[in-house]
């Protein structure tokens, strides 16, 4: 084995790592065990591929890598949810306020 053979194997600088099964199924268990679901488009950056973030009611939410902006509203369509473009419409407020209530919850009592 050459001293930059682990390098070639991880592909070329620049490449973003696909979506995989494992993150279509944790996207459909996820939204399966929670109601009141919508699904938001981020797009690809240099660092991660398309993504969706899901939002349950109550702002809890998951993000899994997805094959790019037609497999995300593929995803909601089969599903019946919604879906936004996140570069549109921002994130929502109740993901805010759940990471607030979140971060509150963690922190030592004072």
Known sequence: MGLFDSLRRK???????????QDTA???????????????????????GTTVLLV??????TR???????????????RSMPIYEVERVGYPKRMRDYQARQKRSASPES
């Open 56 to 61: 349950a009611h109550d702002g809890e939410w």
């Open 11 to 21: 592909g070329r600088p620049g490449t973003v790592r696909g979506a995989t099964r």
């Open 26 to 48: 944790h996207l459909e268990e996820w939204a399966a065990q929670r109601h009141g679901v919508e699904a938001f488009v981020e797009p690809r950056t240099n660092v991660t």
């Open 64 to 78: 899994r890598r997805v094959d790019g902006p037609d497999a995300a509203f593929d995803f909601a369509k089969r």
